[in-house]
């Protein structure tokens, strides 16, 4: 079974300039989530989907990122315009959403540098 | 003050080795616990998933959750070489108070051989 698949995996772009990241998770996974990881730290979450509904965005600064779930499969994550503190990992994740013991399984990311 | 709180490492040992590694926890309403690995420019492998205080063990990995003092440990044994990687601790809440993991900042190992 195919696993989370992003890209690209790696995107560089000079400031102010919009990028995006695209996901397609894994095959009847209901739930997809969108991590932000900085050098050093751990994933923080950006955006939370169930099916094509956001559930969870109160990470997602609104103001330059935006997000998408159409027909509630792929994903995208746009940056408009980007800033030099953008720089970092956007990691994938999905879920299949049910239950209590719910395991998220994560993409290999796509790596930013905002010059 | 962070969440979850993780030593940074670098951890360096022999090859063959315990590899221990640890996080401390604030929130008591965390019930989930994980142990993701992660390679170099790769994403999160999930290794090990424990609810509640206790222990679980599949093959030379070992995870332990106690609650009371909130802090889970991963032991690794016979380290291998392969096993040079990241560690990063995971936690979430029951799932009617939404699906948020919250990691620590990881654990980088090094297995020498």
């Known amino acids: 079974e195919a696993g989370v698949v992003q890209s690209p995996r790696y995107k560089i772009i000079e400031k102010k300039q919009p990028v995006a990241f695209w996901c397609n998770p894994i095959?009847?996974?209901?739930?997809l989530y969108w991590y932000l990881q900085n050098l050093g730290q751990g994933p923080e979450l950006l955006i939370r989907?169930?099916?094509?509904?956001?559930?969870?965005d109160s990470q997602l600064p609104k103001d330059r990122f935006s997000a998408e779930r159409l027909k509630g499969v792929d994903s995208t994550l746009k940056i408009q315009p980007a800033e030099l503190g953008d720089s970092a990992v956007y990691l994938c994740?999905?879920?299949?959403?049910?239950?209590?013991?719910?395991?998220?399984?994560f993409g290999p990311g796509t790596r930013l540098t905002v010059l | 003050q962070k969440e979850v709180e993780q030593d940074p490492g670098p951890l360096s040992v022999p090859e063959g080795a315990i590899v221990s590694l640890n996080c401390t926890y604030s929130?008591?309403?965390?019930?989930?616990f994980m142990w993701y690995r992660q390679y170099s420019r790769k994403g999160p492998e999930l290794l090990m998933y424990?609810?509640?205080?206790g222990n679980k063990e599949d093959g030379r990995f070992t995870a332990q959750v106690d609650k009371s003092s909130k802090y889970i440990s991963l032991f690794i044994r016979d380290s291998q070489p392969s096993d040079s990687a990241t560690y990063l601790c995971?936690?979430?809440?029951?799932?009617?108070?939404?699906?948020?993991?919250?990691f620590g900042g990881g654990t980088r190992v090094l297995v020498k051989p």
């Open positions: 994740a999905s879920s299949l959403g049910l239950g209590e013991a719910d395991t998220q399984y």
């Open positions: 095959s009847g996974h209901n739930t």
């Open positions: 989907y169930e099916n094509e509904e956001a559930v969870d």
């Open positions: 929130n008591s309403a965390f019930q989930y």
């Open positions: 424990t609810y509640s205080s």
């Open positions: 995971a936690m979430r809440k029951v799932k009617a108070a939404g699906n948020k993991l919250t």
